[in-house]
Protein backbone atom coordinates (compact mmCIF):
# COMPACT_ATOMS: atom_id res chain seq x y z
CA UNK A 1 0.00 0.00 0.00
CA UNK A 2 2.85 2.41 1.06
CA UNK A 3 4.56 1.88 -2.29
CA UNK A 4 1.50 2.56 -4.43
CA UNK A 5 0.73 5.56 -2.58
CA UNK A 6 4.36 6.96 -2.94
CA UNK A 7 4.22 6.39 -6.82
CA UNK A 8 0.71 7.45 -7.23
CA UNK A 9 0.52 10.73 -9.18
CA UNK A 10 -0.97 13.55 -7.30
CA UNK A 11 -3.97 15.53 -7.90
CA UNK A 12 -4.38 18.91 -7.97
CA UNK A 13 -7.27 21.55 -8.28
CA UNK A 14 -6.78 25.08 -9.50
CA UNK A 15 -8.35 27.96 -8.61
CA UNK A 16 -8.06 31.21 -10.94
CA UNK A 17 -9.78 34.92 -9.58
CA UNK A 18 -10.32 36.79 -13.00
CA UNK A 19 -11.55 40.38 -13.58
CA UNK A 20 -11.75 41.63 -17.13
CA UNK A 21 -9.26 39.26 -18.60
CA UNK A 22 -10.60 38.74 -22.22
CA UNK A 23 -7.32 39.72 -23.57
CA UNK A 24 -5.58 36.97 -21.81
CA UNK A 25 -7.64 34.36 -19.90
CA UNK A 26 -7.54 32.09 -23.28
CA UNK A 27 -3.92 31.82 -23.18
CA UNK A 28 -4.10 30.68 -20.03
CA UNK A 29 -6.32 27.99 -20.05
CA UNK A 30 -4.66 27.30 -23.27
CA UNK A 31 -1.20 26.71 -21.59
CA UNK A 32 -3.36 24.23 -18.91
CA UNK A 33 -5.08 22.10 -21.03
CA UNK A 34 -1.47 21.31 -23.00
CA UNK A 35 0.29 20.06 -19.46
CA UNK A 36 1.93 16.93 -19.49
CA UNK A 37 -0.08 16.39 -16.21
CA UNK A 38 -3.57 17.67 -16.38
CA UNK A 39 -5.23 19.20 -13.20
CA UNK A 40 -8.01 17.51 -12.13
CA UNK A 41 -10.73 20.65 -11.61
CA UNK A 42 -9.81 23.95 -12.79
CA UNK A 43 -12.37 26.51 -11.44
CA UNK A 44 -11.95 30.35 -13.14
CA UNK A 45 -13.93 32.55 -10.54
CA UNK A 46 -15.64 35.58 -12.82
CA UNK A 47 -15.19 38.26 -10.19
CA UNK A 48 -17.91 40.87 -11.30
CA UNK A 49 -15.84 41.07 -15.33
CA UNK A 50 -17.68 43.67 -17.87
CA UNK A 51 -15.90 41.75 -20.70
CA UNK A 52 -16.27 38.52 -22.14
CA UNK A 53 -14.01 36.91 -19.90
CA UNK A 54 -16.88 34.30 -18.61
CA UNK A 55 -17.29 33.38 -22.33
CA UNK A 56 -14.54 32.59 -23.44
CA UNK A 57 -14.08 30.44 -19.91
CA UNK A 58 -17.60 28.77 -20.88
CA UNK A 59 -15.91 28.01 -24.21
CA UNK A 60 -12.77 26.37 -22.65
CA UNK A 61 -15.48 23.72 -20.36
CA UNK A 62 -17.54 23.23 -23.01
CA UNK A 63 -14.83 21.01 -24.26
CA UNK A 64 -12.77 20.43 -21.55
CA UNK A 65 -15.35 19.27 -18.47
CA UNK A 66 -12.57 20.05 -15.77
CA UNK A 67 -12.50 23.44 -16.11
CA UNK A 68 -15.77 25.13 -14.60
CA UNK A 69 -17.02 29.08 -14.16
CA UNK A 70 -17.98 30.72 -10.71
CA UNK A 71 -19.65 34.46 -10.74
CA UNK A 72 -18.88 36.58 -8.01
CA UNK A 73 -20.01 39.90 -7.81
CA UNK A 74 -17.79 42.49 -5.94
CA UNK A 75 -16.81 46.00 -5.87
CA UNK A 76 -14.94 46.99 -9.14
CA UNK A 77 -12.32 48.45 -7.37
CA UNK A 78 -9.05 47.08 -7.49
CA UNK A 79 -7.49 46.26 -3.74
CA UNK A 80 -4.61 44.48 -3.97
CA UNK A 81 -4.66 41.24 -2.13
CA UNK A 82 -8.24 41.39 -0.39
CA UNK A 83 -9.97 41.23 -3.81
CA UNK A 84 -8.14 38.43 -5.61
CA UNK A 85 -8.00 36.57 -2.36
CA UNK A 86 -11.58 36.44 -1.66
CA UNK A 87 -12.53 35.56 -5.36
CA UNK A 88 -10.08 32.60 -4.23
CA UNK A 89 -12.26 31.77 -1.39
CA UNK A 90 -15.34 31.54 -3.58
CA UNK A 91 -13.90 29.08 -6.03
CA UNK A 92 -12.20 27.45 -3.63
CA UNK A 93 -15.68 26.97 -1.48
CA UNK A 94 -16.88 24.94 -4.78
CA UNK A 95 -14.48 22.40 -4.42
CA UNK A 96 -14.30 19.26 -2.88
CA UNK A 97 -11.28 17.39 -0.76
CA UNK A 98 -10.05 14.62 -2.86
CA UNK A 99 -7.01 16.68 -4.33
CA UNK A 100 -3.43 16.39 -3.13
CA UNK A 101 -1.91 20.42 -3.83
CA UNK A 102 -4.36 23.19 -4.05
CA UNK A 103 -3.24 25.99 -7.04
CA UNK A 104 -3.67 29.51 -7.08
CA UNK A 105 -3.59 30.84 -10.35
CA UNK A 106 -3.88 34.31 -11.99
CA UNK A 107 -5.40 34.80 -15.51
CA UNK A 108 -2.84 36.45 -17.24
CA UNK A 109 -0.10 33.18 -17.69
CA UNK A 110 1.53 31.25 -20.19
CA UNK A 111 3.05 28.06 -18.65
CA UNK A 112 5.60 25.71 -19.67
CA UNK A 113 3.54 22.36 -20.90
CA UNK A 114 5.57 20.25 -18.03
CA UNK A 115 4.65 22.62 -15.29
CA UNK A 116 2.85 21.09 -13.15
CA UNK A 117 4.38 17.88 -14.40
CA UNK A 118 7.57 18.41 -12.74
CA UNK A 119 5.59 20.66 -9.53
CA UNK A 120 4.16 17.55 -8.39
CA UNK A 121 7.54 15.46 -8.88
CA UNK A 122 8.94 18.08 -6.56
CA UNK A 123 6.28 17.78 -3.93
CA UNK A 124 6.13 13.73 -4.45
CA UNK A 125 10.11 13.30 -4.29
CA UNK A 126 10.05 15.34 -0.92
CA UNK A 127 7.39 15.19 2.06
CA UNK A 128 8.76 18.53 3.38
CA UNK A 129 7.93 20.76 0.54
CA UNK A 130 4.89 22.69 1.46
CA UNK A 131 5.29 25.24 -1.78
CA UNK A 132 6.00 25.11 -4.92
CA UNK A 133 6.21 27.38 -8.16
CA UNK A 134 8.84 28.47 -11.25
CA UNK A 135 10.08 32.15 -11.94
CA UNK A 136 8.08 34.70 -13.16
CA UNK A 137 9.20 36.36 -16.83
CA UNK A 138 7.81 39.83 -18.47
CA UNK A 139 8.31 41.10 -22.34
CA UNK A 140 10.37 44.03 -22.66
CA UNK A 141 11.44 45.51 -25.78
CA UNK A 142 10.06 42.20 -27.36
CA UNK A 143 12.73 39.79 -24.92
CA UNK A 144 11.45 37.73 -21.92
CA UNK A 145 13.33 38.97 -18.95
CA UNK A 146 13.00 37.80 -15.26
CA UNK A 147 10.23 40.14 -13.20
CA UNK A 148 11.92 41.99 -10.84
CA UNK A 149 9.44 40.58 -8.01
CA UNK A 150 10.76 36.80 -8.71
CA UNK A 151 13.31 35.73 -6.01
CA UNK A 152 14.71 32.34 -5.51
CA UNK A 153 13.03 32.32 -1.81
CA UNK A 154 9.74 33.70 -2.88
CA UNK A 155 7.16 32.13 -5.23
CA UNK A 156 5.17 34.93 -6.73
CA UNK A 157 1.72 35.40 -5.94
CA UNK A 158 0.54 34.81 -9.22
CA UNK A 159 1.21 30.78 -9.48
CA UNK A 160 1.55 29.21 -6.04
CA UNK A 161 1.02 25.69 -5.43
CA UNK A 162 0.39 24.11 -1.79
CA UNK A 163 0.36 20.50 -0.61
CA UNK A 164 -3.10 19.90 0.83
CA UNK A 165 -1.67 19.49 4.55
CA UNK A 166 0.22 23.00 4.47
CA UNK A 167 -2.76 24.63 3.22
CA UNK A 168 -4.83 23.51 6.01
CA UNK A 169 -2.54 24.75 8.64
CA UNK A 170 -1.44 28.18 7.62
CA UNK A 171 -5.89 28.43 6.98
CA UNK A 172 -5.71 29.33 3.75
CA UNK A 173 -4.82 32.17 1.91
CA UNK A 174 -5.32 35.97 4.08
CA UNK A 175 -7.34 38.35 2.07
CA UNK A 176 -4.87 41.28 2.59
CA UNK A 177 -2.39 43.16 1.00
CA UNK A 178 1.21 40.79 1.73
CA UNK A 179 -0.69 37.47 1.55
CA UNK A 180 1.84 35.75 -0.61
CA UNK A 181 4.52 36.84 1.88
CA UNK A 182 2.62 35.92 5.25
CA UNK A 183 1.48 32.48 3.30
CA UNK A 184 4.87 31.80 3.36
CA UNK A 185 6.26 32.88 7.07
CA UNK A 186 3.73 31.06 8.37
CA UNK A 187 5.00 27.46 6.34
CA UNK A 188 7.81 28.19 7.45
CA UNK A 189 6.60 28.35 10.92
CA UNK A 190 4.95 25.19 10.71
CA UNK A 191 8.36 23.65 9.17
CA UNK A 192 7.51 23.36 5.11
CA UNK A 193 10.04 24.18 2.90
CA UNK A 194 8.86 26.92 0.56
CA UNK A 195 10.96 25.56 -2.94
CA UNK A 196 11.38 27.25 -6.70
CA UNK A 197 12.38 25.82 -9.61
CA UNK A 198 14.14 28.15 -11.67
CA UNK A 199 13.45 25.85 -14.96
CA UNK A 200 10.10 26.39 -15.06
CA UNK A 201 9.93 29.80 -17.02
CA UNK A 202 6.11 31.29 -16.36
CA UNK A 203 5.69 34.13 -18.97
CA UNK A 204 3.39 36.64 -17.13
CA UNK A 205 1.54 39.08 -19.77
CA UNK A 206 0.49 41.74 -17.49
CA UNK A 207 2.73 42.76 -14.90
CA UNK A 208 2.25 43.16 -11.47
CA UNK A 209 0.99 46.58 -9.93
CA UNK A 210 0.13 48.05 -13.15
CA UNK A 211 -3.08 49.35 -11.89
CA UNK A 212 -2.23 49.94 -8.26
CA UNK A 213 -3.46 53.35 -7.50
CA UNK A 214 -3.07 55.56 -4.04
CA UNK A 215 -5.20 54.06 -2.09
CA UNK A 216 -3.33 50.33 -2.48
CA UNK A 217 0.14 52.06 -1.08
CA UNK A 218 -1.57 53.12 1.90
CA UNK A 219 -3.46 49.19 1.94
CA UNK A 220 0.42 48.02 2.04
CA UNK A 221 1.36 49.97 4.47
CA UNK A 222 -1.70 49.05 7.02
CA UNK A 223 -0.64 45.67 5.85
CA UNK A 224 2.85 45.79 7.57
CA UNK A 225 1.50 47.57 10.65
CA UNK A 226 -1.27 44.58 10.61
CA UNK A 227 1.50 42.24 10.84
CA UNK A 228 3.15 43.23 13.30
CA UNK A 229 5.98 44.43 11.71
CA UNK A 230 7.01 46.93 13.61
CA UNK A 231 8.37 50.44 12.53
CA UNK A 232 11.99 49.19 11.33
CA UNK A 233 11.01 46.26 9.56
CA UNK A 234 8.33 48.16 8.12
CA UNK A 235 11.27 50.83 6.98
CA UNK A 236 13.30 47.74 5.64
CA UNK A 237 9.95 46.14 4.20
CA UNK A 238 9.24 49.47 2.58
CA UNK A 239 12.42 50.74 0.83
CA UNK A 240 12.78 46.79 -0.66
CA UNK A 241 9.46 46.85 -2.04
CA UNK A 242 10.29 50.61 -3.46
CA UNK A 243 13.67 49.59 -4.57
CA UNK A 244 11.69 46.03 -6.54
CA UNK A 245 9.07 48.42 -8.07
CA UNK A 246 11.57 50.94 -8.67
CA UNK A 247 9.29 53.78 -7.38
CA UNK A 248 11.39 55.64 -4.79
CA UNK A 249 8.52 57.65 -3.61
CA UNK A 250 6.60 54.14 -2.67
CA UNK A 251 8.88 54.26 0.40
CA UNK A 252 7.32 57.28 2.17
Not at 2 to 14: A, E, F, P, Q, V
Not at 53 to 60: G, Q, S
Not at 141 to 146: A, F, P, R, S, Y
Request: hydrophobic share 40%.
Amino acid sequence: YYLCRKNKIMDYYIVIPAHNEEAFISLTLQSLILQTHLPKKVVVVNDNSTDKTAEIVLAFAKNNPFISLVNKNSSAIHLPGSKVIQAFHKGFETLDDNYDVIVKLDADLILPNNYFETIMQHFQKDSSIGMAGGFAYIEKNGEWILENLTDKDHIRGAFKAYRKQCFKQIGNLKPAMGWDTVDELLSKFYNWRVITDRSLIVKHLKPTGANYNKTARYKQGEAFYTLGYGFAITAIASAKLAIMKKKPLLFI
